[in-house]
T-cell receptor, first 114, second 116 residues
Framework: KAGVTQTPRYLIKTRGQQVTLSCSPI?????VSWYQQTPGQGLQFLFE???????NKGNFPGRFSGRQFSNSRSEMNVSTLELGDSALYLC?????????????FGPGTRLTVL | KNQVEQSPQSLIILEGKNCTLQ??????????LRWYKQDTGRGPVSLTI?????NTKSNGRYTATLDADTKQSSLHITASQLSDSASYIC???????????????FGKGTKLSVKP
């Protein structure tokens, strides 16, 4: 069974631009969560989608948004990029709720904002 | 406030030696505790998941213990290898019948370096 895939793996943008990251969960998984990871901060929860609905959201500004499609694939968008948005963005999928089910992480997208 | 604290922040050991990483949590009510291994620049990979009733769980050379009374967990690595060099993240799940994602509490991780 294929794992969680994320595209692109690396991205360089400039301040003010916007970016869209993509995540394909493990087949059959309906929950997709997004995280931002920066050095020293650990993983910070962005949001979770389940059956095309945002089920929960972390404490990030409205510039961060996401969506999930009927095939469970998910995208996240960051508008008006800032230097501080440079980070590793991780996507994780689980069968149902990630609280009671194992989460499987993708390899991440490394975003650099210049 | 629900928190997960890991120690040490970083650790350097020689290949072949054993080591123990610590995780203390103040999460309540508790559902389960997970340990992840994250290689640099990659996504975390699950090592173990333990529920309230489990005291010990092993995955190869990795053994996790859980003391739900003292709210402490440890990850013991036996006969370390160079490939064990990574960050190890402790994650505690808050019991929530609604199952919302906001109830996974992440530690900041311990960075382990295994030297030859």
């Amino acid at each position: 069974k294929a794992g969680v895939t994320q595209t692109p793996r690396y991205l360089i943008k400039t301040r003010g631009q916007q970016v869209t990251l993509s995540c394909s969960p493990i087949s059959g998984h309906r929950s997709v969560s997004w995280y931002q990871q920066t050095p020293g901060q650990g993983l910070q929860f962005l949001f979770e989608y389940f059956s095309e609905t945002q089920r929960n959201k972390g404490n990030f500004p409205g510039r961060f948004s996401g969506r999930q499609f009927s095939n469970s694939r998910s995208e996240m968008n960051v508008s008006t990029l800032e230097l501080g948005d440079s980070a590793l963005y991780l996507c994780a999928s689980s069968l149902m709720t990630p609280v009671n089910n194992e989460q499987f992480f993708g390899p991440g997208t490394r975003l650099t904002v210049l | 406030k629900n928190q997960v604290e890991q120690s040490p922040q970083s650790l350097i050991i020689l290949e072949g030696k054993n080591c123990t990483l610590q995780c203390n949590y103040t999460v309540s009510p508790f559902s389960n505790l997970r340990w992840y291994k994250q290689d640099t620049g990659r996504g975390p990979v699950s090592l173990t998941i333990m529920t309230f009733s489990e005291n010990t769980k092993s995955n190869g050379r990795y053994t996790a213990t859980l003391d739900a009374d003292t709210k402490q967990s440890s990850l013991h690595i036996t006969a370390s290898q160079l490939s064990d060099s990574a960050s190890y993240i402790c994650v505690v799940s808050v019991l929530n019948y609604g199952g919302s994602q906001g109830n996974l509490i992440f530690g900041k991780g311990t960075k382990l370096s295994v030297k030859p």
